[in-house]
């Protein structure tokens, strides 16, 4: 089965990234890269990695002996003895793919100055003071803003359409959707959010309970949570877990009468949930690698924070699915331009509220440079600016209409 869902996962993958990529040759003379992954090519998020470090590498002309793998890396000691081990070959470019990973990497890089090291979705790069270290991350909220304005659009054409039942709303009459998170992180705290606000810009009348599996990649433990959102009435189940256990639930759900649908996560998951499906919020790597290996093959110094989105094609979602409601394509394709011209801005204070109260105030560094939300101001011309500060996303705030259940 295993061997089934990695082979899906490959074909899917290559279809979702294909929908968003651009390159262009260079040469890349005897220039070494070393890569350590928390997973491999059967998790979602690393094949994601993968895939956009092999585009970026054909692209400039960086051949497969340039570049030093190493794959299911713990978030341990043994991250910093891989990172190591990479200098030791020759690389002068490290990068490791996990949050955690981020103190082992950043303390492989004092100990070599005269190697660049990225921590991906980390930060600590802007208060370390190291020159050689730094944090990059997609603006992907971006586009689980757009995937739930998707989702928001299947709720309206339910509702519409009469098929919902009771047990799909909840006692103040709004419309369920369930959302299977990894860890109560920012990072994840920050996609559903903006996933939560797509759904809501379309139809209002929405809640959303989110459970945590503690983990990035189970495939039991996301297909369970899922399984009880469904149970509970959910109508919709998002996802920032990498795996495709949620949509082979609902999937599973869907085939057996159940109204449920599904929207992933780095992945075009219409191989294995080709009705429930309707589309997923992806990144495309290959934007930030192309950039990372070019500056450094030229001995440029890499951005201590680097975060770019729709401007750039470094998010988007994937094929949308059989089952979206009519209009879809056209609301994402104007949702995704007014992004691109800073028209819509995904955390905007009007459209939220915390405790009741509007937000005014959202700080986050404090004199040291430490990351805290309690300093540098964040909301700034009516709007939450995130990744701005630092790449990785900071928006931490548990909005109303969302509950969580740890």
Not at 167 to 176: F, Q
Not at 312 to 331: P, R, W
Not at 376 to 387: L, M, Q, R, T, V
Request: glycine share 10%; hydrophobic share 40%.
């Amino acid at each position: 089965m295993k061997k089934i869902i990695a082979l899906l996962l490959v074909l899917a993958m290559t279809l979702s990234l294909a929908a968003c990529s651009k390159s262009g040759k260079t040469a890349s003379g005897d220039f070494k890269i070393g890569v350590v992954l928390v997973g491999d090519e059967n998790e979602g998020y690393t094949y994601a990695h993968i895939e956009g470090i092999k585009k970026a590498a054909s692209s400039l002309g960086i051949k497969d002996d340039q570049i030093v793998w190493f794959y299911s890396v713990p978030e341990s000691e043994a991250c910093y003895d891989k990172c190591i081990q990479c200098v030791e070959q020759g690389c002068k470019l490290v990068i490791t793919n996990s949050y955690g990973h981020q103190a082992h990497c950043e303390q492989a890089a004092k100990e070599n100055p005269d190697v660049q090291f990225v921590a991906m979705t980390g930060d600590t790069a802007k208060k370390s003071g190291l020159s050689n270290f730094s944090n990059a991350f997609n603006q992907t909220y971006q586009s689980r803003y757009v995937s739930g304005i998707v989702a928001g659009l299947k709720i309206k054409e339910l509702v519409d359409s009469g098929l919902l039942t009771d047990k799909n709303y909840d006692a103040d009459g709004n419309v369920k959707v369930g959302y299977v998170g990894a860890f109560p992180y920012a990072e994840v705290i920050s996609g559903f959010t903006g996933f939560f606000l797509g759904i809501k810009s379309v139809y209002d009348k929405v809640s959303m309970q989110v459970s945590y599996t503690n983990s990035w990649f189970d495939i039991s433990a996301e297909q369970q949570t899922a399984e009880k959102f469904i149970a509970d009435g959910c109508v919709i189940i998002g996802q920032h877990a990498d795996s495709q256990g949620a949509p082979m639930a609902c999937e599973s759900a869907n085939k057996a009468g159940t109204i449920v649908f599904s929207v992933g996560y780095n992945v075009d998951m219409l191989s294995v949930a080709p009705t429930a499906a309707l589309t997923s919020s992806s990144n495309d790597w290959s934007v930030y690698y192309t950039y990372a290996f070019k500056t450094a093959m030229n001995g440029g110094k890499i951005a201590t924070d680097w975060s770019e989105g729709y401007d750039t094609g470094a998010v988007c979602i994937t094929k949308l699915g059989a089952s979206v409601a009519g209009g879809t394509k056209e609301a994402v394709d104007k949702a995704e331009a007014d992004i691109k011209a800073g028209k819509l801005h995904v955390f905007d204070i009007e459209k939220f509220t915390v405790n009741g109260q509007k937000v005014t105030s959202a700080l986050c560094f404090d004199s040291d440079g430490d990351f805290v939300y309690d300093q540098e101001e964040a909301i700034k011309d009516g709007y939450y600016h995130e990744s701005e500060y630092i790449s990785a996303p900071s928006f931490n705030m548990i909005i109303d209409g969302i509950t969580q259940n740890n």
